[in-house]
């Protein structure tokens, strides 16, 4: 069966439509918010935006990047590395694999950078857990700050991937 959608890495073309599905997900963030963001994920090399795209029309996306912690971070800070830093999928296309393809291609963009792949979520969004899981992420901690980062309602959690540097046979062959 040929899926009917297309994983690759975005562009500036992209940003629209990118903002548009990124105000359904988060309505009450600016829309020039969004695109300033999205579009350091499309400029820098430390940064990744990884599209879905079906019939010319982006139908999700995935982001990554490189965290730093300031020198000064509170003990706790998440710790230096490659992250997972947000997905949505159009609320029409879900349950196709399309998080899984996304999830997919952002882990083997950071495994051609780091030997781990890190991920942090609201403790109530079991979707986005469950997600994780399949890829084989495991919690490292509840107690952690990470800049910006609040979790309404529910607390979050940390996890971590041990990758293998540039090689996708690291990830788990059922989630791909």
């Known amino acids: 069966m040929t899926r009917a959608y297309a994983i690759r890495h975005g562009n500036s073309d992209d940003l629209e439509q990118c903002v548009a599905l990124a105000l359904v997900a988060a309505p ?3 829309d020039v918010e969004w695109s300033d963001s999205l579009r350091r994920d499309v400029e820098s090399p430390d940064r990744c935006l990884v599209v879905a795209e079906s019939g010319g029309s982006i139908i999700g996306y995935g982001r990554a990047r490189l965290f730093e912690p300031e020198p000064q971070a509170r003990a706790n800070a998440a710790p230096r590395g490659y992250y997972l830093t947000g997905i949505f999928v159009d609320p029409s296309q879900r349950r196709g694999g399309i998080g899984d393809a996304l999830t997919c291609t952002r882990l083997e963009w950071i495994g051609e ?3 781990d792949a890190w991920f942090f979520a609201n403790a109530r969004n079991t979707a986005s857990i469950e997600l994780h899981r399949r890829f084989g992420f495991e919690e490292v901690t509840r107690d952690f700050s990470f800049p910006g980062l609040t979790f309404d309602g529910g607390s979050g959690i940390l996890f971590r991937l041990l990758l293998r540097p540039g ?4 990830i788990p062959h059922e989630a791909r």
């Open 113 to 115: 950078r780091a030997a």
């Open 167 to 170: 090689s996708a046979n690291s």
């Open 28 to 30: 009450k963030q600016r």
